[in-house]
């Protein structure tokens, strides 16, 4: 099967829209095998979608549209498709009555205007929308191709796409991939790779690698779920302890769910993340079973007052220093009274760097029950993806250090 | 003027890459005054780039590639331009020379693959990359058309076509818009509209408004610096001062500057935003100077023992009350020195609400020169946009009293 994607909407030509939603097709598309060659842009105008379309089931099987479903008089997607095809717009009684009755239920009022998001051409088959007013459509024509058509808010989208679509396709014989993302953090994305190159071009699954600012994750797609989880666990063996999770899991949730199975509390002691430490940890919710506090020590006097980083350190070896990391740390566990604590101290950019403590020099220090280990760290970029990679260089040893 | 997009990468119909650069041409052609009609995307093949470039030249005076210009063999744009023209790809000496003399400066390997991006259809001229090796290219056509190529990593994308493109573009008689964006906080998106209703139309100059998670933009675009200044000085009386900035400026960077002309300090104490306020106001390079530090006071027990909340507080009002956060801050400003102290307590969710202490409660308090002040807001959405709201709102607070 070979499908077109024809997105409309004059927002999107103007820029003031990014077409995710068409990414999130070509997703879907792919994890179902279906081939998609070609995707088309057109604007708020009922010719134009009709030429688009018509050009579409000149080179697919399946044309599938994206906006100008509402009630509005810019939603011109089901005209279109009446042109394209020659099918007239007929009322479609169920989908207009589902509609009136959702007005009465949340008390809205009823706009004449809104009947017509139940005018869809003669014979298509309403795609039900669980998040707005406007239905989608499935279209079969006499050939045997089809028209599809969805709405454009990506709340409305993502979910029709990511469970009707699919299933329609599974039904047609395009049961999607099962992928799995194996989530990696602490090395790059060029090195992740070299290790796993005879495994992007495995007949067994498909493997990607994508790059964030402090992760690398890699896409493990496979025909079913079996085979899906042997590749992942594959590349998680390959990649050892740099992998933190297999699937959604982010890094703060990892390090708070090993945190509560060992009924163990967390504090932190910030300099250049200002904050963004204590934010991620606390970025889960039920994070306050474990995490009890911190420090945002960013000037020298607070390091000594708050932590009792000695003066000495600060004046002899400075406040970017592994010295003055562990005190931050011992200050914080003190004053916390918590099973861990970890210091982040750096120089986050763009001012403040020098030859010998260069932008990007970031000192992290941990102590815990067995004992304080600190671990320095040259960080790329800047000043925003130097204090986020700091973040995750020190979530990534607690994890280490609580395996 | 009419122009079309037409964007070349197998990874944009798999929907691996978000098509964001289109994006930004069409924000950059309908700036300048250029009709867009139409945009295609096809994958890494030689011949369907063709088709596609023939079909955007039967439609438009400009055709604009985005992406496969690299040195890769799957790079192939420049042989679908040719293909699509009938003109040649010729070495460009010039360009063959700078990208050389860029593998020396840079020590690096040259490879035989690199010369082809020296390669250009007969008659082009190339566009300069400032940030990559990859030239883009200018091909006037016999019939007065033109093809306009230019590589697809953002990071050279961009650029190229905010400069480059935007003054070839005014050569051609298409002088872009000026736009300034007023930078709205403390209303939602609706409210804003609504205020600013008959400016929408106004017929001096393009006003748009697009709402983020805490802060509603309102783009005014005009044909020259004094219409746009004149609309966006006009937006900025209406809204009055939920107005924080005209232009660039972010939040928390004018709070900061707002301190450091003052000479004055700034603490935080944070319960359910855990450190989300101070990576916002650390955000600002050079926020040091003013910003000394805080408290992730989380658990109870760090309120009362870093912060001084006292125990009947807790006790009987709970650590999401006003006389919490007024303790809070009262403690943070005492401990660490500080001209102003700002204290956040609230339930972020999902757990934690209850019929008198919703989800979304926040109380968020302020001691400074002149006193204390504490301000109550039921703020909407999921756990994160909570979270972000609340730094917002104390943030705006915070630049409300520092006027």
Chains 1, 2 share one sequence.
Not at 71 to 94: C, F, I, Q, S, Y
Not at 201 to 220: G, Q
Request: charged residues 20%; aromatic residues 4%.
């Amino acid at each position: 099967m070979r499908a077109e994607t024809v997105t409309v909407g004059t927002e999107i030509l103007l820029g003031q829209t990014v077409d995710s939603n068409a990414a999130r097709l070509g997703q879907v598309l792919a994890d179902c095998g279906v081939d998609h060659y070609h995707r088309q842009a057109v604007g708020d105008n009922v010719g134009r979608i009709a030429e688009a379309i018509q050009l579409a089931l000149s080179r697919a099987d399946l044309v599938v549209t994206i906006g100008g479903l509402g009630p509005t008089e810019d939603d011109t997607t089901r005209e279109g498709v009446a042109k394209a095809t020659g099918l007239p717009l007929v009322e479609h009684a169920e989908t207009l009555a589902d509609l009136e009755e959702l007005f009465r239920r949340r008390n809205l009022t009823w706009l004449e205007s809104q009947a017509r998001q139940a005018h869809l051409p003669r014979g298509s088959e309403p795609i039900p929308n669980p998040n707005g007013t406007a239905p989608g459509l499935w279209l079969p024509l006499a050939d045997g191709k089809v028209v599809a058509c969805f709405p454009g808010p990506p709340r409305e989208f993502n979910p029709m796409v990511e469970t009707w679509l699919r299933d329609r396709l599974a039904s047609l014989g395009h049961p999607p991939l099962v992928s799995i993302t194996v989530r990696v953090t602490g090395i790059g994305e060029s090195l992740v790779e070299e290790k796993l190159r005879d495994m992007l071009d495995s007949p067994l699954a498909t493997v990607a690698t994508y790059a964030k600012t402090a992760e690398v994750h890699v896409r493990v797609a496979a025909k079913g779920l079996a085979a899906a989880q042997t590749m992942a666990e594959a590349v998680r063996e390959r990649l050892g302890p740099n992998v933190y999770a297999l699937g959604s899991s982010t890094l703060p949730e990892v390090v708070v769910a090993r945190l509560c199975d060992r009924r163990e509390t967390l504090a932190v002691a910030e300099s250049c993340t200002g904050g963004l430490l204590g934010g991620a940890v606390t970025s889960v919710a039920g994070s306050s079973d474990v995490f009890l506090g911190g420090f945002l020590a960013y000037s020298n006097g607070l390091k000594a007052s708050l932590l009792g980083v000695a003066q000495s350190t600060l004046e002899r070896r400075g406040a970017v220093s592994e010295e003055c990391a562990v005190e931050m740390a011992q200050g914080a566990q003190r004053a916390a009274g918590a099973d861990w604590a970890i210091s982040v101290t750096g120089i986050a950019g763009p001012g403040g760097g020098s030859e010998e403590k260069p932008v990007g020099l970031v000192w992290i220090a941990m102590v815990g029950p067995s004992g304080c280990v600190a671990h320095r760290s040259l960080l790329p970029g800047n000043r925003a993806t130097i204090r986020e990679r700091a973040v995750a260089r020190a979530l990534n040893l607690l994890r280490l250090a609580l395996d």
